[in-house]
């Protein structure tokens, strides 16, 4: 396009002027108006009022009847801003409002102009661009060309260069100049003459085309950082390892899908939150800032962070930050989870310390062993040498032989307990259970151990119920468990100490509480005494004897009989006891002999109860089932604490064996539920469960259960039970 040097050659049309200096942008556009003047034409200023005031100076200096031409209607300025108010509507012009506005005042200009022309000058566009509107300066400059086409109207627009700086705006530009007739360059370019205007067209067409290389180079440079920077955003969003970006405030700005999911928080829930919200520990947010803002990277610095559940999470963080003309622009962390190899080490350690506690436990038996064993082996020694030196003294041999006697039976004792130890440990012990008499258990019981006590003046008290008390039980073990408690009684109550026995029934099941006002138990040895190889902590000081599995073996014991034995004290200096609870069975009871010929009996022939049976595994109740109807019962069975309830108001059990771990509602809840049922207050409950420590007996005690089985269920011992009136 050529560049026009003087507004002569082409009065008519529609010219643009780009300036650098405003002083320029007056003395061009006053010397464009003035030519207009003097042939007659009339002339329409809209410009800002610093440039129509420019011009008008430009103008008076130029010619003196510019008055005359005001007041002949040949000199109209106009506002720029309130006129483009008048006819703009949002972001575009408005063609019949600018037709109104502009229209009728170039109409006016040429019905008073001799000549019957209108020259204008407007920078209105120009206010367009410069409010960031370059499509309604483009579409403004299209009006005043339509306006042009149906008036005699020379148009003269000017736009400041500087607002076409950059490339962004190469295209509004070329879209402005393509609306325009003629264009002129910026004073830098319009000042000079032909020749020097050619080589400056051709300096700034080789700057162009070096400029277009360079464009290009750049938005292939652009485009291919683009693409990477996609690339490495999917995948940090996919790595498998959490990752987040924090600023130098502390606030999260950005974190990965693996590390939301880590955490159980959506990125709304995350992102521009404090990283200190989620740290369990405050001070190791602050030693990790600190340390990144002294330029350090951070390698599995350890720490811990709060889940939205709740839960805490283990975590290795690998940190850096980053840094730009040495200002700290945020880190980024890489977080991985190491809560599982956490606990690992924490029971790896647990395991470690259990182990090296066993280790003391076996050196500290194997040394009470050899003391134990060359107690007895020294009398009996020494009764050997004395009876040899003393062959024909009768009384030597005697006293000789009964000591010989005492001491192999109790080498025998403790044989016969590693011996036990061995079995419980390969659960090869097994029961001889009879009907027996719980009063003559005991009575022989504290005969064996009564020698001990009267050796060392204690006072012994023995409290029987005035009913008999039978049990289904192996006699000979029952009486190993209570001589182990009155021997352990004995050996830590000092001399002239008290010691007792208390037997009473509760709740259909024997108590036999062994109690003493000896050194009594702190409380941390309350359920570590009854491990293997463990004694009391003073019997190290002390040294009473024993090989610590008594206490061991007696526990195993009981719970084979279905009960359970627990260990009280009030601590140090206040005595213990050591209770027995086990179920008992009914005065009514039959003999092993007539249980025989029950089972074998025609169902007609036995008691027949209604018996519900609430047990999720289903084989485990069809089983149990199965076996009660051949024994004549009525039995229901369902599998879900919510059916329980249902079915036992309707059918009102007699009886109802409950297991505990159900999938909906636990035992101890349906049990507690049938108990507010008035109907059910007088069913007898029994729990069927795979946990027997007397925390649990406790709680089954607590819901309302009458009984407490271990699973698997003796069955022998649950007909005994089925015989008790509901």
Not at 37 to 43: F, H, N, P, V
Not at 314 to 338: K, M
Not at 567 to 573: C, D, K, M, P, V
Request: net charge negative; aromatic share 4%.
């Amino acid at each position: 396009m050529p560049v026009e040097t003087s507004t002569e050659s082409d009065p008519s049309g529609h010219v643009v002027q780009f300036y650098e200096d405003a002083g320029f942008l007056a003395a061009w556009v006053s010397r464009f108006l003035a030519e207009g003047l003097q042939a007659g034409e009339a002339i329409l200023v809209v410009a800002s009022e610093e440039h129509r005031n420019a011009v008008e100076i430009h103008l008076r200096s130029r010619m003196a009847e510019l008055d005359l031409a005001a007041v002949e209607g040949r000199y109209l300025s106009l506002d720029a801003g309130e006129t483009l108010a008048r006819f703009m509507a949002g972001r575009e012009a408005d063609a019949d409002l600018f037709e109104s506005v502009l229209g009728t005042a170039v109409a006016n200009g040429v019905a008073a102009a001799p000549s019957r022309r209108v020259r204008a000058f407007g920078e209105m566009v120009a206010l367009l661009c410069d409010g960031g509107n370059a499509a309604g300066a483009i579409s403004l400059e299209r009006l005043w060309n339509r306006l042009a086409s149906a008036q005699p109207l020379s148009l003269f627009c000017a736009y400041p260069m500087a607002l076409f700086q950059g490339e962004a705006q190469a295209a509004p530009f070329g879209a402005i100049c393509a609306e325009h007739s003629s264009v002129i360059p910026s004073e830098t370019f319009a000042a000079l003459d032909a020749p020097a205007q050619r080589r400056a067209i051709a300096l700034l067409q080789q700057k162009a085309s070096s400029l277009d290389v360079e464009v290009d180079h750049r938005r292939k440079a652009e485009k291919t950082l683009s693409r990477r920077e996609k690339e490495l955003t999917e995948l940090l969003e996919g790595a498998a390892e959490g990752i987040h970006r924090v600023g130098r405030d502390g606030r999260i700005l950005w974190a990965n899908k693996a590390e939301l999911d880590l955490l159980g928080y959506s990125a709304d829930e995350y992102v521009g939150r404090k990283i200190s919200d989620f740290h369990v520990d405050a001070t190791a947010v602050e030693t990790i800032l600190r340390r990144l803002l002294r330029r350090e990277t951070l390698y599995d610095e350890p720490a811990r962070l709060r889940c939205k559940d709740g839960s805490i999470k283990h975590v290795r963080i690998h940190t850096n930050a980053l840094w730009e003309d040495g200002r700290f622009l945020y880190t980024h962390c890489f977080t991985r989870d190491v809560s599982d190899r956490v606990a690992l080490e924490d029971a790896l350690r647990q395991k470690l310390a259990q182990l090296a506690e066993a280790d003391r436990h076996k050196d500290e038996f194997l040394a009470m062993l050899g003391h134990e064993l060359r107690n007895p082996l020294s009398p009996i020694v020494t009764a050997v040498q004395m009876m040899r030196m003393r062959e024909d003294d009768r009384d030597v041999s005697t006293r000789s032989l009964d000591v010989i006697e005492r001491q192999t039976k109790h080498l025998s004792r403790l044989v016969d307990d590693l011996l036990d130890v061995s079995r419980i440990t390969h659960g090869t012990i097994s029961l001889r259970e009879e009907t027996v008499s719980l009063a003559g258990i005991v009575e022989a019981a504290v005969e064996q151990a009564r020698r001990s006590m009267e050796e060392r003046g204690h006072q012994f008290t023995l409290r029987l119920p005035p009913d008999p008390i039978t049990l289904w039980a192996d006699p000979a073990r029952l009486e190993q468990v209570l001589v182990n408690l009155l021997g352990n009684a004995a050996k830590y109550t000092p001399m002239g100490g008290r010691i007792s026995v208390d037997v009473r029934v509760n709740r259909g099941e024997v108590e036999i509480a062994v109690r003493d006002n000896g050194i009594g138990l702190p409380p941390e040895a309350r359920d570590g005494i009854f491990e293997l190889f463990v004694r009391s902590p003073d019997s190290r000081t002390n040294d009473p004897g024993g090989l610590g599995v008594g206490l061991t073996l007696a526990r195993r014991i009981v719970e084979l009989h279905g009960g359970c034995l627990e260990a009280r004290s009030e601590g140090r200096g206040r005595g213990s006891s050591f209770v027995v609870r086990l179920p008992a069975r009914s005065s009514l009871s039959l003999s092993p002999d007539s249980r025989r010929v029950r089972a074998d009996a025609s169902p007609a022939e036995g008691l027949r109860r209604r018996i519900l049976v609430v047990d999720d595994n289903v084989d485990a109740a069809e089983g149990l089932s199965d076996f009660l109807r051949a024994h004549g019962h009525s039995v229901r069975t369902v599998h879900e604490g919510a059916s329980a309830i249902e079915v036992a108001a309707i059918v009102r059990p007699e009886i109802v064996l409950l297991d505990i771990g159900l999938p909906d509602i636990d035992g101890y809840e349906v049990a507690r539920r049938l108990r507010e049922d008035g109907h059910l207050r007088r069913s007898l409950l029994i729990a069927l469960t795979g946990y027997g420590q007397p925390r649990d007996r406790e709680r089954s005690r607590e819901a309302g259960f009458d009984h407490h089985l271990v699973k698997p269920v003796d069955l022998a011992r649950l007909e005994s039970l089925l015989e008790l009136p509901s």
